[in-house]
Every structure is written in C-alpha cells, then in structure tokens.
RNA sequence: GGAGGCGUGCCCGAGUGGCCGAAGGGAGCGCACUGCUAAUGCGUUAAGGGGUUAACACCUCUUCCGGGGUUCGAAUCCCCGCGCCUCCGCCA
C-alpha cells in the first residue's frame, strides 16, 4: 500500500513517479474515492461527536431529566446507523481501489513497460571457453541422475521433479553454504510455516497483484508460500521493533510453491520452472534511513555467492514496468547457461520500502515517535536454478560436472560423474 | 476432536455498563541530585485517521485480539472467529 496521504497532497509527484512504470491505472479512481471518503468522514465524526456530547451528558442529567435527553440521544444514534454503513462502504471502495496501487520506483528506476527496458548494470565473470559443445542442465542432469522430471510428472504433474541421489545432496550442501554464509552476516536462519493466512499474502503484496500465482488449500483457508519472504515478513506483523535492534536480519529457509499460470509452453523441461522448489531467501527490516545501504548488503551477498560458486552472471536493474507490485527498485542477478546460451534469472533483490510494512502494520520505535519500517528481500540461492547454473559452467567433456571449491566442504564430493 | 480459562498501551498488569483512553509497576524521555557509573526524587510518554496551522498548539473521530450484536452509552453484556494456556483424546 501506498502512502494515500502523499497521493492526496501531491498527486503528480505519485503519477510522475508511476510514469516510469509506463503508468498506472486507476489513480484517478483512488483520488475521487479518497475525496467522496474523506467527505462522508467528516458528516459522520461530527454527528458522532454530537452523539458522544448527548449520551454523555446521559449520565449526568437529574433523573427527570433523563428520558428526554436518551429520546434525543436515541435519534442521532438512529441517524448515525444510517450513514455509518455508507462510510463503511465509501472505505472498503476505496481500499480495494488502493490496494491495486503499486509501490512508487525510486528515482534511480529506469523507465520502461518491458523487461527489454532493463538495464544491464555490468556482466561479472569469465564465460568459459569450451572445447567440446556444452550441454544444457536437462540432458546434464539427467545422465548424472540428479533429477527426474518424467517421473515426476506422472506423480505430480509437469514441472514436478524429483531430485534424486547426488541431487539431494548437491541441493543440502547449497543450502548449508547458503545458510551459513548468511548466519556469518547477521542474518538469523529460519523455517517458516510454508502455509499462511491471507493477511500474510495480501500484507506482503501478493495479494490481490499475484494471485493467479498462489496454490490455494480451499478447505482451511490457507496458501501456500511461493517465497519465504511472505512468512518472515508477516513474522513481525503488527509489531512495534526497538529502533536500536535495525536492522533486523533473517535467512529463511524453504520449499516455495508457484502456480505457473501463465507460463504455458515456457521452460517446460529441467529444473528452470518448476512448481515446487527451495530457497534461501534474504530478508531485512530497517529503518527508511538505512534502507538503501541494506539493499547494497542484499545485493552483495547475492553476489558473494555467486563468485563463490563460479558462476558467471550480469547484473540487471529492472526498469519500471518489470518491477513487480511492492517493489521500488529490483535488481536481477542473471547466470550465463552455456549450454543453453542464455541467461537465466538466478537471485533477485528488492527493496520494497514501506509498501508491505504499511499494511502488515510494523513499525519501530525510535527518537520521534513510531516510524514504519523498510522492507527489503534478496535471493540467496535459489537450489533448482542454482543447479541449472552449476551443471552447465561446470561441465566437463566425459559428461562430469566439477563441484566447485566453496562448495566441497558441504556436499562431500568433488565430481558429479554419471552413474555406471 | 471434546471441556474449561485467558487475550488491556513499548512490556507487565488493574479494571464487570457512564466519573475509563484506561489505576499501578517496569521501560523510555526530561529535569534535579550525585567525582563517574549506579541509585534516588519530581515530571512526562499510547497508536491510527480527518480537520486546522508557517510552525507549536488546537478540534474531532476510531482503537482495550478480530468481526458482528444489545444499549442513548461497551474494555466491561451476548454471538462468531483467531490466538495462547490447562485437562482429556489422538498422533510423528
């Protein structure tokens, strides 16, 4: 949700800002809802206030006095339960017109609808020169036997997987790194609940933008999570934090479900787009002071990891109209696939500022007063697309796939060879 | 799944229909005192919205887990939901 009181006050400061999202609709709708609200608010708290006045002066009026003054005080509680429904009404239009309203881009956002609008920040990393023809992750993975989509398609569905032998243990050993790099920096792991209430979607401003995206469970109210970043936000909901405790730093740790609607025919095979896959996911919340540097800690430990793990990857700045609703800037980390000579959106970092703090109403406590807090999420690694990278830069001519050094300690092997 | 208890401000906690936006304590802030720290004394501090102001101030509404209801009037009474605790059942 956005600051509604900036919107009433300079309105073309906010359309100006949504520009370099190539606009947004219904703007003008929420100005005129705000101004019919803000109109029938004021009818409605001054005949309350006369309300109060009457059934005040109720208990201090002499007893005889009494029926007349409860007949008067009776007639404009009848009033107010009239018009109270209408305000009620004017309110909840006006929410639900809000609640569509993306976050604003900070001014560094470059303008454009698309992704072919981002700009690409710098490229880092070697791209390897092969002397043989690299494979792409699908053909890789499935001669070492680390996954198995077919399989999981009959059980499942498609872009279901099994991981399967090595591919559990390359997967445990990118989570443990992950994890561990991060608890070193101040970020405290967590496994969240992977089911939450629809405060938690709708406060982290899934809902109602990404909707199509959520699985559902129909029968107990609940959805599932498509990123940690919707539990750990929720976490502090409605909570007031000490200032002195910013920033507040968690790892979460999770399976994330993604409906894929929309995607049909796109990456169909491997592990790129699949339904189910883990993640180490960065959160922060700090104070709107201290929130662009925290975006710069997100974003290097992105790419801490990435150089740790030898993959080479281009660093995008998404341009307005590629942002995503609570988000006021985004920077994709983008890993080069030899195999299949593309990149491959592999960590994604975002500032979401007070968009998602505003509704889940968490605030900290410091020299004046209460202040919203900032919101701010990164990918740490993302297993399956993490995967995907690992095969392809690490391939080796006879089909092994070298495990790269940072990450020896935690799989135990160095080599992901074919089984015999 | 069954029975009962509870949910109050930054935290703890009193409050069972009007004198309650809410006692008291802790914590924070200010002042005083004190070589420093600590301790002590006094004062002060809820949040959110709308109006108004150059600003301070001021006016007003809402909020005692959430949502409904009764009433002129609800933290207080009734109903539903959520959460926590205790007991029983079940279970990894």
């Known amino acids: 949700m956005i600051d509604l009181r900036l919107l009433r006050e300079d309105p073309d400061a906010v359309r100006a800002a949504y520009s370099k999202r190539g606009g947004v609709k219904g703007l003008d709708e929420v100005i005129a809802a705000d101004a019919v609200y803000r109109e029938r608010l004021k009818e409605v708290e001054e005949l309350r206030a006369e309300q109060n006045r009457a059934s005040k002066a109720i208990g201090n009026a002499a007893p005889d006095d009494r029926p007349a003054a409860i007949a008067e005080a009776k007639e404009l509680s009848d009033r107010l339960k009239e018009l109270e429904p209408v305000l009620e009404e004017v309110q909840q239009k006006l929410e639900s017109l809000a609640a569509h309203l993306p976050n604003l881009p900070h001014s560094s956002v470059p303008e454009g609808a698309s992704e072919d609008d981002n700009v690409i920040e710098r490229e880092v990393g070697e791209r390897r020169d092969f002397d043989f023809e690299p494979k792409d992750h699908v053909e890789l993975g499935e001669a070492l036997g680390i996954f198995d989509s077919e399989r999981g398609a009959k059980t499942s569905g498609s872009r279901f997987v099994y991981l399967t032998g090595n591919g559990v243990l390359l997967e445990l050993a990118l989570v443990r ?23 938690a979607m709708y406060g982290t401003g899934f809902f109602p933008a990404d909707e199509f995206e959520i699985y559902r469970l129909e029968r107990d109210d609940l959805y599932l999570i498509g990123t940690s970043e919707v539990p750990l936000a929720a976490y502090h909901s409605g909570e007031v934090l000490d200032a002195a405790d910013l920033p507040v730093r968690y790892a979460g740790f999770s399976p994330c479900f993604r409906r894929e609607a929309g995607s049909y025919g796109k990456d169909t095979k ?40 030898e993959i080479p990857y281009r660093v995008a700045v998404m341009c307005g109209g590629d942002l995503g609703s609570s988000a006021a800037k985004k920077v994709d980390h983008e890993a080069w696939l030899p195999g299949a000579q593309r990149y491959l959106e592999l960590t994604s970092a975002s500032n979401t500022t007070d968009y998602q703090s505003r509704r889940l109403k968490i605030r900290h406590r410091g020299k004046e007063g209460t202040a919203l807090v900032h919101t701010l ?14 095969l392809e830069n690490h391939q080796q001519a006879d089909g092994s796939v070298d495990i790269p050094e940072a990450l020896r300690p935690y799989t135990g092997f160095s080599k992901l060879t074919p089984p015999a």
Do not use: C, Y
């Open 377 to 390: 999420n990164g990918t740490a690694v993302a297993v399956g697309r993490t995967i995907v990278a690992l």
């Open 270 to 309: 491997g592990l790129i787009r699949v339904h189910q896959f883990d993640k180490v996911e960065q959160f922060s919340l700090t104070t709107a002071e201290d929130s662009w540097d925290e975006f710069a800690t997100i974003r290097a430990n992105e790419e801490m990891i990435l150089q740790a793990l």
């Open 177 to 199: 790194f992950a994890l561990e790099r991060l608890s070193e920096r101040g970020f405290k792991p967590m496994a969240p609940p992977l089911l939450v209430r629809e405060h």
